[in-house]
């Protein structure tokens, strides 16, 4: 059975049903046929993510009859196998999603499950972000090996003793973290979240960073010792946030998995992420943004171009109506570019 078909016998299942003109005439090249194969990465985290998209799914369309229509297919990325180094040093963000790109086009699966963060800025042709799910919690978290007092809100960082060594593999989080505390020493700690939690708990150093989105979604905000306001410690572009890719040419499938786009998360993303695509391609250099909702219709998009050892720190804010998210976010990537000192970019 078809998707077509269960979705023709069921038509008050389309949300927002294609104008005429824009219905197609003949099927996609790869009409996709039940079950959908969803695409994910093994990751705890990402499996995490995967089902609950996937109940989210079959909750909003009853049609399809239950979460017996999807097969996960678990599928190993060379981001994940390479544990040892940076992903800057191993060609970047594109590493995760690579084989994912490729068995969506082959058509050995439907959709996949991503973290957006992790998701490059230009996908392949062919491929589209099907929908884009409600953010969780962007900011960044410390992780301590000890209980700590409540440190002081206005100087979070307190709590890390002089010359504390901090593990983490992210050169955005290290350098704002020099950037404050210059006499901080960091150590490259990979894997992933619970791997992660152990190490400092072993002691393999005295503290780590962490996505709170990533920790609530795995129930394990607690292990959060301190939230850092994005003042102190500014995000990944699209952090916290989920996203679904399909083919392009899958109109019935996208057209279906829109009933879980969340628009206020679309916004955010199109404007992080068009900063970091004017940006990344010239520059190894850690990037950072996040959108914050000023009033309704009006969003803040803020960006931070630094240097690794954080010698250098930049952060700069514009305001935009909704509908020109990604035009802000280009606009303050070229500020960025601009102020910057040259060696910041290739
Ligand atoms: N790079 C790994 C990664 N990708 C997404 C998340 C967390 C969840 C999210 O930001 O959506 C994490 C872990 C982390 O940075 O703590």
């Given at each position: 059975m078809s998707l077509e078909n269960i979705l023709a016998t069921s038509p008050q299942l389309l949300r927002h049903p294609a104008p005429a003109h824009r219905q197609h005439r003949q099927a996609p090249r790869h009409a996709p046929t039940l079950p959908l194969r969803v695409g994910t990465r093994a990751s705890p985290l990402a499996l995490t993510q995967t089902r609950g998209f996937l109940s989210m799914l079959s909750d909003a369309c009853p049609a399809l009859g239950g979460m017996d229509v999807f097969r996960e297919q678990v599928m190993g990325t060379t981001g994940d196998a390479v544990q040892h180094c940076r992903l800057a040093e191993i060609g970047g963000k594109g590493l995760f999603a690579k084989e994912i790109h490729e068995a969506l086009l082959d058509g050995r699966i439907d959709l996949a499950v991503h973290s957006m963060k992790d998701l490059e800025t230009a996908l392949p042709p062919g491929i589209v972000l099907a929908c884009v799910l409600t953010r969780e919690d962007p900011r960044d978290v410390l992780i301590l090996a000890d209980d700590v007092e409540v440190p002081d809100a206005a100087d979070p960082l307190s709590v890390l003793p002089h010359g504390a060594l901090i593990g983490t593999s992210s050169v955005r989080r290290q350098a704002q973290l020099l950037h404050a505390r210059p006499d901080l020493r960091i150590t490259l700690m990979r894997g992933n979240v619970q791997s992660r939690l152990d190490k400092v708990a072993a002691g393999r150093c005295d503290a780590s960073l962490l996505a709170l989105a990533g920790l609530k979604r795995l129930g394990l905000e607690s292990e959060a010792s301190v939230v850092l306001q994005t003042?102190?410690?500014?995000?990944?572009?699209?952090?916290?946030?989920?996203?679904?890719?399909?083919?392009?040419?899958?109109?019935?499938?996208?057209?279906?998995?829109?009933?879980?786009?969340?628009?206020?998360?679309?916004?955010?993303?199109?404007?992080?992420?068009?900063?970091?695509?004017?940006?990344?391609?010239?520059?190894?250099?850690?990037?950072?943004?996040?959108?914050?909702?000023?009033?309704?219709?009006?969003?803040?998009?803020?960006?931070?171009?630094a240097r690794e050892d954080g010698s250098f720190l930049l952060r700069d804010s514009i305001d935009a109506p909704d509908?020109?998210?990604?035009?802000?976010?280009?606009?303050?990537?070229?500020?960025?570019?601009?102020?910057a000192p040259a060696d910041i970019f290739l």
């Open positions: 003042e102190v410690m500014l995000p990944s572009a699209a952090q916290g946030i989920v996203a679904v890719t399909a083919r392009e040419d899958d109109v019935v499938l996208r057209e279906l998995m829109l009933a879980c786009e969340d628009r206020e998360s679309r916004i955010a993303a199109d404007a992080e992420r068009a900063l970091l695509r004017v940006l990344d391609g010239s520059c190894r250099s850690p990037i950072a943004a996040v959108t914050t909702r000023l009033q309704p219709g009006q969003i803040r998009l803020t960006g931070l171009v509908g020109e998210a990604e035009l802000a976010g280009e606009a303050l990537g070229h500020r960025l570019k601009q102020a």
